[in-house]
Structures are given as C-alpha cells and as structure tokens.
C-alpha cells in the first residue's frame, strides 16, 4: 500500500503509523491492535445528509404520531413518544422521564442536525467557524442517541402486552424503524476522519 | 519489530481526540491545543483512572437497589403485583415468550453485571501494570462500549407500558424506585465506559520493550 505521507496515531492503543491511501469502501486498521483507524467513504458528502435529512423527517413524524396503542372493549388508549416521557415525570419519575427524553428525543435530533449542518456546509466547499464546535457536540452526543434500543423496547412493550389487550401499532412505529434504518445506514457512509481531511482541503 | 512499535507519546506526539490530528506539543506543556480543530490535547483522557473508579463505584452501589427493589408494580382490580428485573423475565419465561425473556436477560442483568466485571478488570490490570493479553483486553473494551447503550431496553419498555396502561380504574401500571436506579447504572456505567482509556492497556506493554 502506497502510503500518503500523513501519520496517524491509534486511538486505542497510541500507536503510530502511516496513513495508507484505501480501496473505495475499505476500512484501515490498526496493525498492533485491530482498532478501526478509518475508512474510505464514497460519496460521504452527498450520502451523509441524504440519509440524515431522510431519518430527520421520519423522526418528526415518529415523534408526533402516535407509537403504539392499546384497545379494550373497543376503547383505544394510544401512547406517543413524547406522551410515555410526560407520564413518567406525572408520576413522579422525572429521573426516568429525563433520560427517555434525552436518550430517544433530544440526542437524536442534536445528532441529525449536527451531522447535515457539517457535511452540507462542507459541501459547499465552505469551513464556518464553529465547524469545530459542532463536530464536538456531534462526537458528545453520539453515545446518548438510543433509536435503536428504543425501537426493540417498543417491540418489547408490544408483546408483553399482547396478552392483555388488542395492540394497535401507530403510525410512529414504522415511522420509527424507517429511521432506526436510515440512521444506521447514515453513520456507515460517516468517516470522522474523512471529513476532517476534506475540512484540511477546504481551508 | 518492535522497533516499529512507537507510540505518539514516546515521540511527544498527541492525537487529538475530536479531529484525530497528530502534533507535536513540547513535553514541559501542560496545556495545548489542537491547531485543526481547538480541542484541548492530552497525552491520555484527563485522570482516566479515577474518573472510571468514581462512576463504576456508584453504578455497583446503585446496582443492588436496581435489582433487589421493584422495577414495576401493576395495581388491577384483583390486587397489586410487584416485579422485579429478575421476576420480570422469570414471568416473560412461564408466560411462553422465551425469546423476549432472553433479550431482557440478556440486556438487564448479563450486560450490566459484565460492565462492571470487565471495567474491574480492566482498571485492575491496568494499576497493575500488566502485559497480559493487550489485544483481548482491547477487545474487551471495544464490546463494552458498543453493548453498553443495550441495558437502556428496559427503561424504554416501562416508559411504554406506563404510558399504556391507564385503563381507567381496571389496570394501572407504575415504575418503581428500582427503575430510577436501573436508569442511573446505566448512565454510570456508560460514563466509567466513556472515561477509560484503551491507552492505558498498552502502555506498560511499551516500557517492557523499552
């Protein structure tokens, strides 16, 4: 492999080496440690915001449609997102209402807006000054966005209550998977060290 | 071989941990910044050790009220139930839906008593300056940080079933004092995960060659 010149430490284990120039859609490993150094993305910067703007609107429209209801005796008591968040701060857990509403809601849509605000101005070809600032929101947030587990945890719910009563699943819920889908699908076309590279070539 | 094997910080070398670049930052400075991106450089995350001691700490002591106390309690017209995680899944068994008892086994109680035993682990060996098997202890702690965010399952389904069940005075269903707890041990172990450096492992690897 030809090397590029640049070096590069490891995040996991320190260790230096050359940056190697990768295959579309390879992936450059640490030779000590295994550790995932950084990828080669094609198209990063129109598949990015692509994905994300499309994960954005489904999580709008999970957000304000109802996720799952339940129906007795032709009665349907139906839960949304922000509804399930509300009755767990009525009754009193507002630890739990906190970190549903940070982990399902808030962090989600940080991280989506974060994400298209860098690479759509990075596609313009232009570097604004809080790029840094954003970035470390972006790197901040990421562990806290939970759609993944909130999805399977809906799931969950459902069945556990299949027994009770009919379950009537909302329009929030394929809403939901539709962004769980696209999400995953944004963060594979996502290279942090890419996009830095191409803020180092805009500059 | 081992010549190879040289670390950034043997050549006073950091990496930035936001943007990834490395620079040379002279080794008397304590303080500097990354001439990309602004980040505050360091040779290693500030105070790693302690920081991942303090959280793993109060995420054990906050572990035995999340699974001794009840996580939910079901009030219906034929008397009270009170679950705990571990009813929780014995219940899911008996009630004949085995493969969602195995996923909130798997996510409530394997993921986070095996957090917590392999940051033990990994910070132990670390004071001790072992060389042991650094790739598998890297890969320990990879697994922990991409399984960690799993425990949060349960809390998502008590969001739900709470929001669900208000059926006028038929059924109502509650969170109990253990949710909270759960919750706080999942944060607090995602934060010791966020706060151990991988680094650390290696480096005692590096002064036995040196």
Redesign the interface.
């Known amino acids: 492999m030809p090397t590029t010149g640049a070096?590069?430490?490891c995040?996991?284990?320190?260790?230096?080496q050359h940056e190697v120039g990768l295959e579309p859609g390879g992936v450059a490993r640490c030779r000590?440690?295994?550790?995932q150094l950084?990828r080669s993305r094609p198209h990063e910067l129109d598949r990015v915001p692509a994905y994300t703007l499309a994960a954005f609107i489904l999580y709008l429209v999970s957000n304000a449609f109802p996720?799952?209801?339940?129906s007795?005796n032709g009665e349907l008591?139906q839960?949304t997102l922000l509804?399930?968040?509300r009755?767990?701060y009525a009754?009193g857990?507002w630890?739990?209402?906190a970190?549903?509403l940070v982990?399902?809601v808030i962090a989600p849509f940080v991280q989506m807006v974060a994400m298209m605000w860098l690479v759509l101005f990075l596609r313009m070809g232009r570097v604004p000054k809080s790029?840094?600032k954003v970035?470390?929101l972006l790197?901040f947030t990421r562990?806290?966005g939970?759609v993944e587990?909130?999805m399977?945890?809906?799931m969950?719910?459902l069945?556990?209550?299949a027994?009770?009563a009919e379950v009537v699943p909302g329009i929030a819920l394929w809403s939901l998977a539709g962004s769980m889908l696209l999400l995953a699908a944004a963060g594979a076309a996502f290279d942090?060290?890419l996009l830095?590279s191409k803020?180092?070539d805009a500059r | 071989m081992k010549r190879d094997a040289v670390t950034a910080a043997r050549r006073g070398l950091r990496a930035c941990h936001i943007c990834m670049l490395v620079s040379h930052v002279a080794p008397t400075r304590e303080h500097a910044a990354c001439p990309r991106c602004g980040a505050a450089l360091h040779l290693r995350k500030p105070d790693s050790i302690a920081r991942t001691w303090a959280f793993l700490l109060a995420a054990i002591i906050l572990y035995i009220p999340a699974n001794l106390l009840p996580m939910t309690s079901v009030h219906t017209l034929f008397g009270d139930q009170e679950d705990t995680i571990m009813s929780g899944v014995v219940y899911l068994w008996t009630a004949g839906s085995w493969p969602l008892a195995v996923i909130v086994f798997v996510a409530s109680i394997m993921v986070p008593m095996l957090k917590i035993m392999a940051l033990v682990f990994l910070l132990l060996s670390v004071k001790m300056r072992s060389r042991w098997q650094p790739v598998q202890r890297t890969r320990l702690y990879r697994l922990i940080e991409l399984v960690g965010r799993w425990s949060m399952l349960d809390i998502f389904v008590i969001a739900f079933l709470v929001a669900l069940v208000q059926l006028r005075a038929l059924a109502t269903i509650k969170a109990g004092p253990a949710a909270a707890c759960f919750g706080a041990v999942v944060v607090l172990t995602m934060c010791a995960t966020l706060s151990f450096d991988p680094r650390l492992i290696w480096d005692p690897v590096e002064d036995g060659h040196g």
């Open positions: 070096i590069l430490a995040h996991e284990c320190d260790l230096l000590r440690c295994g550790a950084y996720v799952v209801g339940l007795i008591v839960a509804g399930a968040v009755g767990m009754d857990d630890l739990v209402a970190l549903v982990t399902a790029f840094a970035f470390r790197a562990p806290w939970m587990v909130l399977i945890g809906v969950v719910a069945v556990k209550l027994h009770m942090p060290h830095w803020v180092s």
